[in-house]
């Protein structure tokens, strides 16, 4: 590191945030969990998808499962790690089919 | 106006500006990986999104923003102290060759397949290496004044940067050649 980049970077330390911003744990959150959280961004696209098809918004959503409008916001925003139960009530209150059955052989 | 430390090392930083609670590197990633927020981004851009990009599908244009959202988040977390940052940002003026003084910058990704990508991160450059992440935008226009979402992003670029230039955050010399630049 050069001493103009060392100057530049002393000045700027006297502009730090008092508290620490905890973008790393965000993002390191983002890459361990990225594989069911792409699964919750699909269900919102396809749950966002139907309720504009039916003209139905995110309080009657939450009547229709039972559940408060703050938590149908954090679904639609695709980073819940969403119960079977409440995939059966999406399933319910959308009429749509997230989980497909499997064909067994018999 | 605070900054917070990207790399540890202090050679990016993101601002936080004082009515929000988080600096604008992680606001602008929580927005590219928010579904409802990106399905109203392109609802309300869907001219742009189609003639420039031919894409008419929203839901094509939120999977290939959280796609490139996760590519440009690893390079961010990847970043080692060897890394030179000079090959992440580039000057935010296309046909800009030569630097000035508190150059505004931009990140940008190169996508292997389809469209080029729209996710862009904006930066101020304070010395050679060293860089500052004053927020990013979803930019589907040619130029950044057409749309208020990006225009907004050149307000921030000027706050900051006039906000280091105020509290002589760059140094005597490096002042002068920004005033001769002027």
Redesign the interface.
Known sequence: ?DN??K???E???K????T?????E???Y??EN?TWL?YS?RI??LM??KMDELGINQKQLAEMMSCSQQYI?KI????ENLSLETLSKIEGALGISIIKEEQVAV | ??????TK???L??V?FDENT??E??RT??QW?????L?AFFIENINDLIAYFKISDI?IA??DT?EDS?RL??I??DISPEADLNRIFRPLDNNQASDVMLQKEKARLKRKFGHSSWLRLYAIK?????Y?ITGGAIKLTATMQEREHTSRELVKLERVRNFLLQ?????EA?FADYMTEL
């Open positions: 590191m103009d980049m100057t530049t970077i000045k700027l330390e502009y730090a945030s008092s620490p911003s905890k973008w790393r965000a993002l390191e983002r890459q990225k792409r961004q919102a696209m966002l998808d916001s639609l925003k695709g980073r | 106006m605070t900054f917070d430390k990207i090392d202090g050679r930083w993101a936080r988080d600096n590197f992680i990633i929580d990986d928010d579904v409802q927020w399905r839901n939120i999977s959280i996760d988040q690893r961010i977390l304070l010395v050679s290496g060293v500052i509290e002589n955050v760059i140094d490096g």
